[in-house]
Each structure stands twice: as C-alpha cells, then as structure tokens.
C-alpha cells in the first residue's frame, strides 16, 4: 500500500497509515458532533495499570464525551488523575488568538459548562469566559494549574463541583449531565500532550467511576 512505498515522501506514507489506522473514541465516550471526530484521543494505560484515554493535540480540535449523571448538591465533586507533558501554547490562553488548551470539563443541566485546565502564563485560580464567540454564552474556564512545574508528573486533582458552580456561574443548574476533555490548538498550532486517568464524579449517594 502507499503506507510502504518508499519512493512516495514520508509525509504521504504518514498520512496514509493514519488513514488506514482510524483512531476510533475509546469505548462509552464520543466526539461532540459539531466539532467533529478529531482523532485526538485513544486508549492507554497508566505505568500502574489503570485504564487512560492519552490527547495529542497539533493543528485541531476536538471535544471527547462521556454521559455522567450526578446530582449537583453540596459535596459533589470531581476528581482525576493527568498527566500533562506538553502545553499547546506558552501565552496566556484568555484571548481568541492564543486560545490553545487542554482540558476537563463538567456540563451541566442548564447548558453551562466548567472547564479546568492547565495554563501556560495564567496564576491558578484564573476564572473567565471561553473567548470564542460561539462558546462565550456556555463555557467558562478555571485554571488549576499553572507553569512548568509539574509537567511530565502524574498528578492527583479534586474539585468541589458545587462550590465551583454556585461560586462562577449561580445559576439554576440541578445536576451534571457529562464530563468531556476538550484539546485545543488550532490557533498557534502547537503540540498538546496529556493522558487522563481515574475520573470520578462524586455526590452525596455514590461515586461514579467515568474512566
């Protein structure tokens, strides 16, 4: 096939294995329809043996999805474990042109979402509206980590979803409906790199294991 051909240049051979190699969404999760199936995500495995779902990013977009339900009342809460070795971007992300990222989001029932990332230049804590016009009305950012310091390490991360919630947003929202990782770079037209692992939506009642 083309991929083999050695007389075609490497850029096409490359090409032709990832299209003879489809990266399909890892099992239960999938592709927001309206930014398409980037092909950014694919199933892996941390050094202990749990299941992850690793994110490069280069020049694209994509939003990956897995439904999961809780109740949003006092105590509920988000926890995961990441890996994040590279950043798209070294700006600070708040501005449309810089605007790289990589994420996990929380959506809620009123159509608002909370997105958790790790900036290049922001300080941890950062809040603000998603800068992309079409997302400004439903997104908003947090960052919870910042810098260098960090990358390459696995980490463990936790988030007071109701707290967060009825802090930036207040609004009428009564439940969480999916969580997503978000992987952005088609503005700077960087490399992404991150793996995600041990997601868990946590309410009053249950723990939900979402990976």
């Known amino acids: 096939g083309l ?4 007389q075609l240049p490497a850029l096409v051979r490359a090409e ?15 592709y927001l329809w309206f930014v398409g199936p980037g092909e950014l995500y694919r199933p892996s495995r941390t050094p202990d043996g749990r299941a992850a779902i690793r994110c490069h990013t280069h020049r694209d977009a994509g939003i990956l999805r897995r439904e999961a339900r809780a109740a949003l009342v006092p105590g509920t809460r988000l926890r995961w474990s990441w890996r994040v070795d590279e950043l798209p971007v070294d ?12 994420s996990i989001a929380v959506e809620f029932d009123d159509g608002q ?17 998603c800068p992309i016009p079409t ?15 960090g990358l390459g390490r ?19 929202a009564r439940e969480v409906l999916r969580v997503w990782l978000i992987a952005n770079s088609l503005f700077q037209r960087g490399h992404g790199r991150c793996e995600y692992a041990s997601i868990r939506l946590i309410d009053h009642e249950r723990t939900l294991e979402v990976l």
Do not use: K, N
């Open 3 to 6: 991929a083999g051909d050695q």
């Open 16 to 30: 032709a294995r990832r299209l003879g190699e489809p990266a399909d969404a890892p099992a239960d999760w999938d």
């Open 91 to 102: 700006l600070a992300e708040d501005t449309l042109p810089s605007h790289d990222y990589v």
């Open 113 to 129: 979402d909370l997105t958790y990332y790790w900036s290049a230049a922001l300080p941890e804590g950062t809040v603000y509206r």
């Open 135 to 149: 997302w400004t009305h439903r997104e908003t950012h947090v960052v919870v980590r910042s810098g260098r310091d």
């Open 154 to 172: 696995w980490l463990d991360e936790e988030r007071d979803l109701y707290a967060d919630y009825r802090r930036i947003l207040g609004g009428p």
